[in-house]
């Protein structure tokens, strides 16, 4: 059983993911990849978090990341497939003492997962109350379940899902019109789709 420890939030966790993202890249294939996001507590400044970089990767073709399990396990990471998401490929990687550090979600772009993940982390980002309201609330669940990751999971869940549903009615209101990204030379587009955290 995973031992659930939370941590004041460090600024090696952005750096972490940069490095992680440039070998990601190569990894799951330049042609493939599409946009490489940092999400998770260790995304969100001022929050306390598991110390572990989430990442996930959008593909323009999620079939193709099947065949770069082996590019994956060169950088540590065990590949899992769908790991319960249909649509998913899981991946996760530990250091050599057994302690979890990456996990690594990739979807095609354009799925809905892609969107539910960047607004949660995207709303936390701009509603700082909201995220200290998270953080401490992940403190208290790892001081009463400190080696149970299903109870600290499970305590979560509730409060979890209420700020999804508001990050995604946020999301959509503040999203640009149709016709506004049209018109849209840059190419740029909604910052829950652009920012990388």
Request: aromatic share 8%; with cysteine; net charge negative.
């Amino acid at each position: 059983m995973r031992h659930v420890t939370v941590v004041p939030p460090d600024p090696a966790w952005s750096r972490s993911f940069e490095t992680e993202s440039k070998l990601l890249s190569q990894a799951l294939g330049t042609n493939n990849v599409v946009a490489i996001h940092h999400i998770g507590s260790t995304a969100i400044p001022h929050i306390y978090a598991k110390p572990v970089i989430d990442v996930l990767v959008e593909v323009q073709a999620i079939a193709e990341v099947d065949t770069c399990n082996g590019a994956m396990a060169e950088l540590g990471y065990a590949a899992l497939g769908e790991y319960g998401l249909i649509g998913r490929r899981y991946f996760r990687k530990d250091n050599a003492q057994g302690d979890r550090t990456h996990h690594v979600h990739v979807f095609q772009a354009g799925s809905s997962e892609v969107s539910r993940h960047l607004a949660f982390r995207d709303y936390l980002m701009v509603h700082p109350d909201a995220a200290q309201q998270y953080s401490d609330l992940k403190r208290t669940l790892a001081t009463h379940y400190p080696n149970d990751i299903d109870g600290y999971m499970d305590g979560k869940d509730a409060f979890v899902k209420t700020l999804e549903k508001q990050a995604l009615i946020w999301a959509h209101l503040t999203s640009p019109a149709p016709d506004c990204l049209d018109s849209n030379p840059s190419g740029t587009t909604h910052p829950a789709q652009s920012v990388d955290g």
